[in-house]
């Protein structure tokens, strides 16, 4: 799972230069645990087998980071 906050880093990172950085989607994640964990469940247990029409909810988590981020 590690690799897919590295591919969510480097997204960021590559969309909003050094803001990138500091998006918080760690905490957010870590804030709200649980539903981080239901969400990547329903995604895929490995990157090589992720479901990525079943990704709306964890992609949700971080555009809501985002927005709260630049407010």
Avoid: P
Avoid at 23 to 39: F, I
Avoid at 50 to 71: E, G, P, V
Wanted: aromatic share 16%; proline share 0%; hydrophobic share 35%.
């Amino acid at each position: 799972m590690q690799q897919r906050g590295l591919v969510e880093k480097w997204f960021l990172v590559a969309h909003f230069k050094e803001k990138g950085f500091a998006l918080q989607t760690e905490k957010s994640y870590y804030q709200n645990l649980q539903d981080y964990y239901n969400n990547l469940r329903n995604t895929g247990f490995e990157y090589e087998d992720t479901d990525f029409s079943k990704a709306i909810n964890f992609m949700l988590m971080s555009s809501n980071t985002i927005i709260i981020n630049n407010k």
